[in-house]
Nanobody, 124 residues
Framework: QVQLVESGGGLVQAGDSLRLSCAASGRTFSRYAMGWFRQAPGKEREFVAT?????????YHADSVKGRFTISRDNAKNTVYLQMNSLKPEDTAVYYCVADPLTITIVGGTSEYWGQGTQVTVSS
């Protein structure tokens, strides 16, 4: 089992920055790929970013956030981060942290473990 707890969400204005954190506990964190998804009201869940557990932490970001959001991880702290800059109203959503042994599973939206989510609201 892997437990994931997100934090760092909130209400900000367009153009502001936020950093989300996801603390993981349970099985060996460093052996899991990690990622972020988001879901806006009335919309389908959307992949945001993922980072591998090997190879120095290879990252992949969705086109909608590329250049604005950055995923990173600190294996010593069992934590994954999502730095969000230049936020837009369309970034408003509940953001979920996910974990899975395989990066491809994360990108496909079928991660084994999901957090409870943290709300991010961006006002115009």
């Amino acid at each position: 089992q892997v437990q994931l707890v997100e934090s760092g969400g909130g209400l900000v204005q367009a153009g502001d920055s936020l950093r989300l954190s996801c603390a993981a506990s349970g099985r060996t964190f460093s052996r899991y790929a990690m990622g972020w998804f988001r879901q806006a009201p009335g919309k389908e869940r959307e992949f945001v970013a993922t980072i591998s557990w090997s190879g120095g932490g290879t990252t992949y970001h969705a086109d909608s956030v590329k250049g604005r959001f950055t995923i990173s991880r600190d294996n010593a702290k069992n934590t994954v981060y999502l730095q969000m800059n230049s936020l837009k109203p369309e970034d408003t959503a509940v953001y979920y942290c996910v974990a899975d042994p395989l990066t491809i599973t994360i990108v496909g939206g079928t991660s084994e473990y999901w957090g409870q989510g943290t709300q991010v609201t961006v006002s115009s």
